[in-house]
């Protein structure tokens, strides 16, 4: 039998109440560090969301509010999340990837102003099914870039008329001076230098206008017009258009363009844009090539993507000129560019497609050797985002917490 012992006993309470003491010690730490990392979260710049698997916003910071990332919800006093956040959040729950995505959203009737709310916009997977959105504020940045957008576009229209006179003058000019020249027997000295010097006028305006041209279709490229909705577009129709573009500067210089690869693909985009991407890269491949040479005009389907590969046996680039071809106004071959009549906007405006579409440009080659630029796009609709709701009221406060 055993004997009661009252100094073990009061030793086995005060070891339980010392546990008790570090177990309040415990929670109070944790609501500690919980407090901060909440204070922390609402210090933030960028707005930050989380939604539960529901697509519930459990955690919402003043920054995520005052960029009108909420909604009023479906019940009295609810809330809801913008719709392009419900649409990220999907997204990511189905492929577990995380999604950027950069954008104007308008403005709500509670924020209202001149210029479009610009976010840059990132989503990942927390688990469970709760993602968290984070929202950067690029309005400035994007504000600047439509001020220069618009700047090109303005000088680009406004330089057409006075190029459009220069052309119309010269061949008027030309005119004149090959009339001159048959009526009598020998032209003068003067005359013949005024038709060359008429030639090298119309010449230079042909080139002035392509330039002018091609800034405005890069301008729209890059936002001045909003990008067409995405239908089937038939590679083979496209492969044609492109042979029938191209005829007249690949007979020029005796250069063959042959097509070869898979028929009967399919991609989704704006048909014109994908035409002009890949006769932009044939016109190339068909410039920098040789007489009596052979472009390749390559099609193919690779899993989701649909490929569209251009190779000339051509001077090829050098490797420290690849990484830059696709620049504005880049040559890697001053002299043969002018020669060739080229602006330096060309692959641009084929990068700008590709980005587009959700595709890609990629380019190998080896000097001396020809080059070959693939335009990768996709062989299936792209998942459109949803549209921003214009109609809903923002909600404004605090951050709050609220329990799943």
């Known amino acids: 039998m055993s004997r009661w012992n009252p100094r073990g006993a009061d030793r086995s309470a005060s070891v339980r109440a010392w546990m008790r003491g570090r177990a309040a010690m415990a929670e109070d730490e944790q609501a500690a560090l919980a407090g901060v990392g909440r204070r922390a979260i609402d210090s933030l710049r960028a707005g930050v969301v989380v939604l539960d698997e529901d697509d519930v916003p459990v955690l919402v910071n003043p920054a995520a509010r005052a960029m009108g990332l909420l909604r009023t919800g479906p019940t009295p006093g609810s809330v809801a999340a913008h719709p392009l956040i419900r649409t990220l959040a999907g997204q990511v729950r189905r492929t577990g990837v995380r999604r950027e995505i950069e954008l104007d959203l308008p403005r709500g009737r509670d924020n209202a102003g001149p210029d479009p709310l610009g976010v840059h916009l990132r989503a990942m997977g927390l688990g469970s099914g709760f993602v968290a959105v984070e929202a950067a504020d690029v309005t400035e940045s994007h504000r600047l870039a439509r001020v220069r957008r618009d700047f090109v576009a303005n000088v ?24 001159a020249g048959s009526a009598g027997a020998e032209p003068a000295e003067d005359l013949v230098a005024a038709r060359r010097f008429a030639e090298r006028i119309q010449k230079e305006s042909t080139r002035l206008g392509r330039l002018v041209q091609e800034l ?184 709050e917490l609220r329990s799943a």
């Open 216 to 399: 405005l279709e890069l301008t729209r490229l890059q936002g001045a017009e909003p990008q067409p909705p995405p239908e089937p577009v038939a590679v083979d129709w496209v492969v044609a258009e492109v042979i029938d573009r191209t005829r007249t500067a690949a007979a020029a210089r005796r250069v063959q363009v042959v097509v070869a690869g898979e028929r009967d693909l399919t991609v989704h985009g704006n048909d014109s844009q994908i035409a002009t991407a890949v006769a932009n890269l044939v016109d190339n491949a068909i410039a920098y090539s040789g007489e009596d040479t052979t472009v390749t005009v390559a099609t193919r389907a690779d899993g989701d993507d649909i490929e569209i590969a251009v190779t000339d046996q051509g001077i090829g680039i050098a490797p420290n000129d690849v990484d830059r071809i696709f620049e504005r106004f880049y040559r890697a071959d001053q002299a043969r560019s002018r020669a060739t009549g080229g602006t330096g906007l060309g692959l641009a405006i084929v990068k700008h497609i590709a980005s587009n579409h959700g595709g890609r440009v990629e380019v190998s080659s080896t000097l001396g050797g020809g080059s070959t630029f693939t335009l990768r796009l996709p062989a299936r609709p792209p998942d459109d985002l949803l549209p921003s709701d214009r109609s809903g009221g923002i909600e404004t406060g605090t951050a």
């Open 156 to 179: 680009s229209h406004e330089l057409k008329t006075p190029i459009g006179a220069l052309q119309l003058l010269a061949e008027a000019l030309l005119d004149a001076t090959g009339s």
